[in-house]
């Protein structure tokens, strides 16, 4: 019997650490390489690492951090502290983006607000003639983009989406896609400790959730081509209010998508 992964599991638990055995099977794997089920125990060396690692993850410090890495579509991304980590609701995002470009050849994408570049590099791997950009203003989250943009093909550029779009030629791109921060104050104020660990610039979207909406459904029209898509993650109660700035903006076809747990995710709007 693995004691060690049984302590490891009874001490994530007991700090509250939601899905505490998953994380518990996952830093033992990280540590040692093995499949705690079928493992005798660690090594000293090993258990000493883990006890480190376990410390970390009880005081809700989050598990893509400690690993360094995590998967996203079929693809794995480096993450750490700056930068926002992957979530599978967003692997939607990118489908419903990958899906509107399939009959273009060699598309012109932006990834906004890029962090890890999770959407741009699937968008890419998914369309291998597109030209894809991934813009993210973050120092902070700049050195996990470049890294997991490099050998992609996939470009990244350090700049501010409040005032990118004056450097673009007008009509020159095809797709727009974005994550943008999208958290009230009061949900900034009432955050899971592991999303109180990520940056606060990816996450804060102003007193109603709403600024970046309101930026890009009125900013970034000009750079798309005619018939050219806006692609934006929502938070699950957002689709009502985002659909509204869309349709006011003069963007047509507006619609929501959900993701797998039913909620809704996506809005796509297209320029006329």
């Not at 050195?143 to 409040?162: F, K, Q, R």
Request: glycine residues 10%.
């Amino acid at each position: 019997m693995n004691t060690a992964y049984q302590a490891l599991c009874a001490r994530l638990l007991a700090a509250g650490v939601p899905d505490a055995r998953f994380d518990a099977a996952q830093l033992y794997r990280f540590v040692t390489g093995r499949d705690p089920r079928l493992d005798d125990g660690p090594t000293a060396a090993e258990a000493a690492r883990l006890q480190t690692l376990a410390a970390r993850r009880a005081a809700r410090e989050p598990l893509q951090y400690l690993l360094g890495e995590w998967d996203f579509l079929d693809f794995t991304l480096k993450v750490g502290p700056g930068v926002l980590c992957p979530r599978a609701d967003s692997e939607v995002v990118c489908e419903a983006a990958i899906e509107l470009l399939q009959d273009q050849e060699a598309p012109v994408v932006l990834d906004l607000c890029a962090g890890t570049g999770c959407l741009g590099i699937g968008i890419a791997r998914s369309c291998p003639g597109a030209k894809v950009t991934c813009v993210e203003k973050s120092p902070a989250a700049w050195p996990y983009l470049t890294a997991n943009t490099a050998g992609t093909g996939v470009e990244a550029v350090l700049a501010d989406i409040s005032d990118y779009q004056n450097t673009l030629a007008p009509d020159s791109v095809d797709l727009i896609v974005c994550n943008p921060p999208y958290l009230t104050a009061g949900e900034m104020e009432n955050l899971m400790p592991e999303t109180a660990r990520e940056p606060a610039l990816a996450l804060d979207g102003g007193a109603d959730g709403l600024d970046f909406y309101r930026l890009l459904t009125t900013g970034w029209a000009a750079p798309l081509r005619s018939g050219g898509w806006l692609v934006l993650e929502i938070g699950y109660a957002q689709a009502e209010a985002v659909l509204a700035l869309g349709r006011a903006a003069g963007w047509q076809n507006a619609v929501c998508r959900k993701d797998h747990g039913g909620n809704d995710r996506v809005i796509l709007l297209q320029k006329p």
